[in-house]
């Protein structure tokens, strides 16, 4: 039988999870859909689990490999499908009813070039919230390739959950999850194969989302000095499919500004960082300034900066940076109630 969709699932001791996960899949998918899960060197019961499914269903496929993490689980789901298409799902959450067939209703567009996506409702298990990513885009419409930038803004674009890709895209053009970054590999994904789709729009399906478990930070293995640089090859990747897309030049510059704000960030942390001396941050500073060339674009957005930032950031030394950051941080620290050495 041709398979028509590949579901691949990565999961690391995922017990408590994966049944769940797999059966609210297998009631709304037909027979030319494979689901292939892919365990990760688990430790727990999820070998177990897994096989019973796969004794009890053709339609799921279990691939045991020794742990790599989920890139490399991911990749070898890449390898072991047969299907037209590929979907990704992570191994702790429910998706919900119709999900697969409002994308394979689309099948004549993706053919098209039009990639289709969902919105994405982020479940914040600690405090008990939930939050629709891309709730202002317009949905059940088409659009055009100067709105990526505005996907990515709706924090729709990093994730693989929430897409559906061509398989032959991936094979020919050998994308893969790139196992040796440590965060942000999904959005180096997603740039590499919306080069290679070169998309003529993007479509928002608008009668389901995909529910997106989050319970503990995705960046808690990462030091917060190693945050920016690890996001900064994700960032220059996404502006470099941006010009290779030939997105309009507006669109660029609203994620340049985007970009600078990330850089000015990372500088006011560097110059508040206790842990280092104050020589120290002043030389990253000025490493920082001079790298991303923040003074002349600075100028080039200056009608989004107050006069403050300008000043600070145009004008102003890597020193005046440091001594104004840290006179803002005391003053900070006297408003709050706390002491101000």
């Excluded at 390898?79 to 979907?87: C, L």
């Excluded at 996001?231 to 990747?237: G, L, M, R, S």
Aim: hydrophobic content about 35%; overall charge neutral; proline content about 2%.
């Amino acid at each position: 039988m041709i398979v028509t969709l590949s579901i691949i699932i990565p999961v690391f001791n995922g017990q408590d999870t994966i049944e769940k996960c797999i059966e609210s899949i297998l009631h709304q998918v037909s027979s030319d859909t494979e689901i292939i899960i892919v365990d990760d060197g688990s430790t727990d019961k999820t070998k177990d689990i897994c096989s019973d499914i796969c004794s009890l269903d053709s339609r799921v496929k279990l691939v045991r490999k020794d742990n790599g993490g989920v890139s490399s689980a991911r990749n070898i789901g890449i390898e072991a499908s047969s299907g037209k298409y590929i979907m990704f799902i992570d191994c702790d959450d429910i998706v919900p009813d119709n999900y697969f067939a409002s994308f394979l209703q689309k099948i004549p567009q993706l053919d098209d070039k039009v990639l289709v996506l969902t919105r994405i409702a982020t479940h914040y298990l600690r405090d008990n919230r939930v939050v629709i990513e891309g709730a202002d885009l317009d949905a059940d419409t088409y659009l055009g390739q100067d709105k990526l930038v505005d996907i990515w803004d709706g924090h729709l674009w990093n994730a693989p959950i929430n897409k559906i890709y061509r398989r032959y895209l991936l094979i020919d053009n050998n994308i893969r999850f790139d196992e040796n970054v440590k965060m942000g590999e999904d959005w180096l994904f997603n740039n590499a194969y919306v080069r290679a789709l070169k998309p003529l729009s993007f479509y928002i399906l608008g009668n389901v989302v995909y529910d997106y478990y989050l319970g503990s930070d995705p960046w808690r293995h990462c030091k917060k000095e190693e945050f920016y640089e690890i996001n900064k090859k994700q960032v220059e990747d996404f502006k470099s499919t941006l010009v290779e897309l030939n997105i309009d030049s507006k669109e660029i510059d609203k994620f340049d500004k985007r970009d600078l704000d990330f850089t000015i960030s990372e500088i006011r942390r560097v110059a508040r960082d206790s842990k280092m001396s104050g020589t120290e941050r002043i030389r990253k500073i000025d490493y920082l300034s001079n790298r991303e060339n923040v003074k002349k674009r600075i100028v080039r957005h200056r009608k989004l900066y107050s006069i403050l930032d300008r000043s600070e950031f145009a004008l102003g030394s890597a020193t005046s940076v440091f001594l104004w950051e840290n006179t803002r941080k005391k003053l900070g620290k006297i408003r709050n109630g706390g002491s101000s050495d």
